[in-house]
């Protein structure tokens, strides 16, 4: 295939996928859902409260960390809507890193292709039931580290710092 008909195809999969995202996140509500409790605790943590002491919650300050840059960079309110929109943009950096280090790693473009579907669908178990829930970024960061493993071979120096980063930073989750 010529690199212009592979890069429609990714276009295509990456339209495909926040589509199906969309839907999913929108059309489901599961009923041990903890949405509002993790929408409450954010406000909450936006409007200047102390984690831990002020708000009550069990998970890491880098999730709600990463909720204030969200938020206060979008300038966009804390509502199920939001939420969900951040679930759907995760939702589809899971398929693209995923299947990015599927390529890094085999080099096969049937294969990236086919982890992209995979992880297009994978993901709706983990993400369209706990829309804003800390599993999303847990997600994303064991996925960011299994790229950046794909560059140990080349830059064991760069790539090793990295991924204790995204370790450290995990566990802040």
Avoid at 28 to 43: A, H, I, N, Q, R
Avoid at 48 to 65: E, F, I, M
Avoid at 66 to 81: A, C, E, K, Q, S
Avoid at 104 to 116: G, Q
């Amino acid at each position: 295939l010529s690199p212009s008909v592979k890069g429609l195809t990714i276009f295509g999969l990456i339209a495909l996928c926040a589509a199906l995202a969309f839907f999913w996140e929108f059309q489901y509500f599961s009923g041990w859902d903890d949405e509002g409790y993790l929408m409450m605790t954010v406000k909450q943590f936006l409007q200047g409260h102390t984690l831990y002491d002020q708000v009550y919650t069990q998970y890491g300050p880098l999730y709600y960390g990463t909720r204030w840059i969200i938020f206060r960079l979008t300038g966009v309110p804390v509502t199920n809507d939001s939420v969900r929109l951040i679930a759907t943009g995760i939702w589809v950096l899971y398929a693209c890193f995923g299947s990015w280090a599927v390529y890094r790693f085999c080099r096969s473009y049937s294969m990236t292709v086919l982890s992209f579907v995979m992880l297009s669908f994978g993901a709706a178990r983990v993400l369209r039931w706990e829309p804003g829930h800390p599993n999303d970024l847990s997600g994303l960061f064991l996925l960011a580290i299994i790229f950046a493993a794909t560059f140990l071979a080349e830059r064991p120096s760069i790539a090793l710092p990295i991924i204790a980063f995204l370790c450290m930073a995990g566990a802040l989750i």
